[in-house]
C-alpha cells in the first residue's frame, strides 16, 4: 500500500493521467486519511510554460483584464494602499498589477529566471525576493494585510510548510487567498486522465473543496471560505482537456492560435460550468487568528 507523503495515511490510485506534454501516464494517488491527492512517481523538473506578457499591446491589454477579473478577490480583502505578499509570483505578472492598483506589492519567487523577469518587469513598483516563502526575511511591522498563493500550493514540495511560513507573515486578522485547480470538479471526473489540471510532472498536490479547507485549518487559519470558479485556466482546461495539442502554451505559434479560438468558443459552456458550482479552480479566502 502507497503512504502519503503529508500524513503518512493508506493511499489509493485516484487516477492514470497525462500531461500537457503528452508523456507516459503518471498515478495520481488519494490519501484516505487526509483526502488529499499526490503524484505517486517522483515530480520531474518540467520547465513551466512561458509567463512572460510583451509590455503594451491588445494581449498586454486582454491578460491584464482576465488578471484583475481573477484577483478581485484579493483586492476586496486588501485596504486601499494595502501590503499584498505575492507568494510564488513568477515573472511578476499579478504582482505588478496589484501594484498598479495602488498597493504595496512584495514578489516572493525561488526561481532565479523567473525572478529576474519579476524584477525587470517591476522596475521600482514592487520589491522582489528571490527565494522559497519559508526563507523570506523577517520584516518590521505587524505583517502584511493579505497573501496570495495562486496556483502555487500544487507544485510545492512541502505545501503545509509553505503555508505556515505565510501566515507568520501576515498581521493579525490578515487574509490568505489561495487559487488552485479543482480535483473535484466535473472537469476532472468527465475527462479522468485527461483533464488539463493534473500536470502529472508538475503538480505534487491535488485538493477538492474539503481536503483544501481541511488542509487550510491544519495550518492554523481561521474563517475559511472555499469557492469554485474559473480561474486563470478558464476555459483553457476545457478546451485543452478535449485537444490537449492545441495549448499554446507548448504548441507551434499557428497551432496555438487554433487552440485560442477553440477556447473563445467553449468559453459559454465554461460559463455554465461555473454557474453550476462546478469550475475547474478552487479559491479559498482564510484568516489568521490571534494565535
Known sequence: MVRCPR???DATTWVDARDRHQGGRHRIQRCLRCGVGFAAEPISQTAAAPTALPATGLLRRAAD???TAEFRAVIDVTPPGGSILDVGAGSGNRALLL???GHIVSAVEPDAREAEEARRQLGMQATVHQCPIEDLPAT??????TA???HVLEHLVDADAALRATRTRLRIGGTLVVMVPNAGGIEARAFR?????WEPTRHRWHYTA???RHVL????YEQIEVRVVGGWRYPATLAFSIAPGLDPQIARPGVGRVGRAITMALAPLAVLEVMAGAGPQLVATARRGPG
Not at 518590521?140 to 494585510?145: A, N, S, V
Not at 486522465?193 to 489540471?197: L, Q, T
Open 65 to 67: 483584464a482576465i488578471l
Open 140 to 145: 518590521e511591522g505587524p505583517g502584511y494585510d
Open 217 to 220: 485549518a491544519g495550518s492554523g
Open 148 to 150: 496570495v498563493m495562486s
Open 210 to 212: 474539503p481536503t483544501l
Open 193 to 197: 486522465g485527461r483533464w488539463h489540471g
Open 7 to 9: 500524513c503518512a495515511g
Open 99 to 101: 501594484a498598479r492598483a
